[in-house]
């Protein structure tokens, strides 16, 4: 079993900040990771974005002081591009930062405080699902919530039993494929039960739900 961690694909991380401290930082906490990493760096939206063309299925790891430039160099949303982790601190504009990110599809939230946390997130990104550490869960539902959009739904009447144990799947931050092998799905199964929770809340991303949920 444990060989095969080792034979795990390797996983293209463009690492994009503008300042060289952040972005080394960023590098050395993803050292730590069990998963084999192949890192480019950026200083500019401009350089992520040519980054992120060139390579397959990348993870764009960022800071919030970045991301703002980065979306508007990105005309789609992150995902369209590359999965987006955002790695914020605790000031104000780092929480309204990371909500509007969450809101425009990013796969992660990580604070600098947890930075250890990095590499579990980026598994969890790599492997379709969404991970936010709890302490900015609780910092950015206050900031998501106030921006404009109707209010999330948290009720679960209208879910069927087998929807209503992906949504609490969902919550914990697990993948599909993890939803599927928890449930004994079909990993296809679990994209669209996945779909379906995610319309029936109105949201647009994983991210979304969770932080509007535990804000409630």
């Not at 095969?4 to 993803?30: C, F, G, M, P, Y």
């Not at 600098?112 to 946390?117: A, N, P, R, V």
């Not at 809340?201 to 409630?216: M, P, T, V």
């Amino acid at each position: 079993m444990a060989s095969k961690e080792n034979h795990t694909k390797q996983v293209s991380v463009v690492v994009a900040a503008a300042t060289e401290k952040a972005r080394n930082l960023i590098v050395d906490a993803l050292g730590h990771s069990k998963t084999s990493v192949v890192i480019s760096q950026a200083s500019s939206p401009t350089q992520a974005m040519a980054a992120c063309q060139r390579e397959v299925q990348p993870i764009l790891v960022t800071d919030a002081e970045f991301i703002f430039a980065a979306l508007e160099a990105f005309p789609d949303k992150p995902s369209e591009l590359a999965l987006c982790v955002v790695v914020v601190r605790e000031q104000v504009n780092d929480c309204h930062t990371a909500a509007l990110g969450v809101r425009a599809g990013i796969d992660g939230v990580v604070s600098w405080e947890d930075l250890d946390h990095l590499p579990h997130a980026l598994r969890c990104a790599h492997n379709g699902g969404m991970y936010i550490s709890p302490d900015v869960a609780r910092r950015i539902t206050g900031e998501l919530l106030r921006l404009p959009a109707a209010p999330v739904r948290l009720d679960t009447t209208g879910l069927s039993p087998s929807v209503q144990r992906v949504l609490r799947l969902v919550l914990k931050g697990l993948s599909n494929r993890e939803i599927a092998n928890e449930l004994s799905l079909s990993e296809a199964s679990a994209r669209k039960y996945t779909s379906h929770v995610l319309h029936h809340y109105d949201c647009s991303s994983r991210g979304e739900l969770i932080a509007r949920w535990f804000s409630s």
